[in-house]
């Protein structure tokens, strides 16, 4: 193709006319209540990148609101809580009652939040909300997040907890995973354990995963102003993570990485509403070109998360449960 058209192309766009996007009629009630009364987390304006001052302040403030919801949705009881250190890495392990000391299956999950969100309790509140949704122990790393500590300080840490769990845990008892940012890093620590020659884990999970932080995906244009949990492309926090290294490097943006069939068996989750959904189909194709066993669950009206507590997610918990006895068996 003559480089004309394919400039042509590159800079081809489709206007849309302003429109009224109605609640759809195919979700529960539950659902739709949901979308037509958002809880916005994320603001629409952040502060210049070198301004860590601001960054903290901001992120203090949204983990404080994250928090409080969390603390009101959890159960007082039902699990115990430890706080380890696995190689130097500050971990929350929960395990939900039932669940013997002696089971040797081990969820490890990195938390999410925009990777600069979501530390400390936040990542034990959601820790106690993964252990309680799969019925299994979880092991939840705190990893060191920017302004402070910008990549690659968090997917440091994750392989250290990773090849700390090793010494512990048989690799197909282990089953890694994560949610929006978790799923980035856990992308990237089965891009970067293959590349260090370790053994994969039993499964992966990648729950609408930040696996592209270029933003090139179709619904982050697509989806923008749709996605009530997401209302920017949060570029800004992209750049922060990534600090000095480019945003298109395979540990940034795992999706852009190379896959083999040796990669574990992966279950990646999004819906018609996350402005990450094509993260997360690009990561499915790029999985099943190297002839991964992926499976793709797209959820109808589904925004970025998941809805927090519908029948909608009921069925993504069934689904998560299935694919980890799956792993586990």
């Not at 260090?196 to 989806?223: K, N």
């Not at 540990?251 to 993260?279: C, E, H, I, K, M």
Request: with cysteine; aromatic share 6%; hydrophobic share 45%.
């Amino acid at each position: 193709m003559p480089d004309s058209q394919t400039a042509a192309l590159q800079t081809a766009a489709l206007a849309v006319p302003a429109r009224v996007i109605p609640l759809p009629g195919t979700i529960s009630e539950q659902s739709r209540q949901v979308l037509a009364n958002p809880r916005i987390v994320m603001p629409t304006q952040f502060p210049a990148l070198d301004d860590s001052a601001a960054w903290k302040t901001l992120i203090a403030e949204i983990d404080q609101h994250v928090e409080k919801m969390l603390m009101a949705a959890l159960p007082k009881q039902g699990y115990e809580v430890r706080t380890r250190l696995i190689a130097g890495v500050t971990t929350f392990e929960v395990t939900p009652a039932g669940v013997s000391e002696s089971d040797p299956r081990v969820f490890l999950e990195f938390h999410g939040g925009g990777f600069s969100l979501g530390g400390g309790e936040g990542c034990r509140l959601m820790a106690i909300g993964m252990a309680l949704r799969i019925g299994a122990r979880v092991i939840s790393v705190d990893y060191r997040m920017p302004p402070d500590h910008p990549f690659p300080a968090a997917l440091d840490d994750a392989m250290a907890v990773y090849r700390g769990l090793l010494e512990s845990y048989a690799p197909e008892n282990i089953v890694v995973g994560g949610i929006s940012a978790g799923g980035g890093i856990t992308a990237a620590l089965a891009l970067r354990a293959r590349d260090e020659g370790l053994p994969m884990p039993a499964g992966l999970v990648l729950m609408t995963p930040g696996v592209d932080l270029t933003g090139s995906g179709d619904t982050f244009h697509t989806l923008l102003g749709i996605d009530p949990v997401l209302p920017t492309p949060v570029s800004e926090m992209f750049q922060l993570y990534a600090g000095d290294t480019p945003l298109d490097h395979p540990y940034v943006s795992p999706v852009l990485g190379q896959f083999d069939a040796g990669f574990p068996p992966t279950f990646l989750q999004s819906g018609t509403r996350d402005l990450l959904l094509s993260n997360t189909v690009r990561m499915h194709r790029a999985l099943r070109k190297a002839g991964v066993a992926a499976e793709l669950h797209v959820f109808e009206a589904m925004p970025h998360g998941g809805f927090g507590g519908t029948p909608e997610d009921l069925e993504v918990t069934m689904e998560l449960r299935r694919f980890l006895a799956m792993c586990w068996e």
